[in-house]
C-alpha cells in the first residue's frame, strides 16, 4: 500500500498541483489529495481550476509506469461539450477535494470498522468477506457467518451508536509486518489484505480502546463526527455469508 497524501495530511482539501501528463478527458497531476479509492471504498470526488477554467473531476486511475505511479484524474464532464485543458497553458492548476463526499465516505467506513469490531468480538472472530462503501451515505459489509440469528445482527447498531455517542479518538498508525503478524485480528479480510508500505510497514486504523484494523482507506478522526448509523437490512448470501446493510442519516 503506497502512503497517500490524503493518508499524511486528512484535513487537506485544496492544494496546488502541476499538470504532468494530458489525455483527453483526463491530467495526470504531481500530487493530489485524492484518496482513489480501493478496498470496497468508492474514490474522492472533486474538481480542478486550470487557467481557463473548472472541472469537476469523477474518479481518479493510478497508472504504474517505469517513471513511478501516474495519477489521472478523470473528468465528470469528459463526454459533454467542455474543451479539455489547453495544452498551452502552464500546468499550474488548483485540486480541490468535495470535502461533504469525503466526510460521508470516512464516515460511513469508520462506522463500517465499529461495526466489524462488534461482529468479531459477539461472532468469535468471524471475518469480512466483502465490503462496499458508496458515495450517497449507504454502504455494505459482508460476513463469514452462518446459522446466527438475523436479529442478532440487527442489535448491533446500538452499541455502534453508543461508540458515536462517546468520541473515541480514530487515527493511523504503522506497524512493521512482523508485529502485524503476530498480532492476531488485524487483518479482518478473507480476501483483501492491505499490502504494505513500500518500506515493510503496514497501515492500521486505531480506534481509541475499541478496535485497530488493517486499512488504507479514508476515516473520521473522531467517532463523534458520525451521523447516526442504521442497519437497513440483513440478505443470507449462501450458507456461510451474511450481507449487513447500513447506511448514515446525514443533514441535507
Ligand atoms: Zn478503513
Given at each position: ?15 496546488e ?12 497531476l504531481d500530487?493530489?489529495a485524492?484518496h ?8 474522492d ?12 473531476v469523477?474518479?481518479?486511475?493510478i ?13 465528470a464532464?469528459a463526454?459533454?461539450d467542455?474543451p479539455d485543458?489547453?495544452a ?7 485540486v480541490r ?5 469525503r466526510?460521508r465516505?470516512a464516515s ?7 461495526l ?5 468480538d ?6 469480512v468477506t ?7 451515505g449507504?454502504?455494505r459489509?459482508d ?24 468520541g473515541?479518538a480514530?487515527?493511523?498508525?504503522y506497524?512493521s509486518?512482523?508485529e ?7 487483518v479482518?479480510?478473507?480476501s ?5 508500505t513500500?518500506?515493510g510497514?503496514l497501515?492500521?486504523?486505531d480506534?481509541?480502546?475499541l478496535d ?8 473520521l478522526?473522531?467517532?463523534a463526527?458520525?451521523p447516526r448509523f ?6 443470507n ?7 449487513i ?6 443533514p441535507m
Open positions: 500500500m503506497a502512503i497517500y497524501l490524503c493518508h499524511d495530511q486528512p484535513d487537506l482539501y485544496e492544494h498541483a502541476t499538470v504532468v501528463a494530458r489525455r483527453p478527458g483526463a491530467v495526470a500530487r493530489s485524492f482513489p479509492g480501493g478496498g470496497g471504498q468508492v474514490c470526488v472533486g474538481s480542478i481550476e486550470f487557467s481557463d477554467g473548472v472541472r469537476r469523477r474518479a481518479v486511475e497508472e504504474s509506469t517505469p517513471d513511478g505511479d501516474r495519477w489521472w484524474h478523470l473528468f464532464d463526454d459533454g467542455a485543458p489547453a498551452s497553458d502552464d500546468g499550474e492548476v488548483v477535494v468535495d470535502a461533504e463526499h466526510l465516505v460511513l467506513h469508520t462506522m463500517s470498522h465499529v466489524n469490531a462488534f461482529v468479531f459477539e461472532f468469535a472472530g468471524s471475518l466483502g465490503a462496499q462503501i458508496n458515495g450517497d449507504t454502504g459489509m460476513f463469514d457467518l452462518s446459522a446466527i440469528d438475523n436479529d442478532r445482527l440487527r442489535a448491533l447498531a446500538a452499541p455502534v451508536n453508543d461508540v458515536i455517542d462517546r473515541l480514530v487515527g493511523a498508525v506497524v509486518a512482523e502485524a503478524a503476530s498480532t492476531p485480528g488485524l479482518r479480510s478473507l483483501v489484505a492491505p499490502p504494505p513500500p518500506d510497514r497501515r492500521l486504523i480506534i481509541e480502546g485497530r484494523q488493517a486499512c488504507g482507506g479514508t476515516h478522526s473522531n467517532t463526527q458520525s442504521e442497519i437497513t437490512k440483513i440478505e448470501k449462501g450458507k456461510h455469508n451474511r450481507r446493510r447500513f447506511a448514515s442519516t446525514f
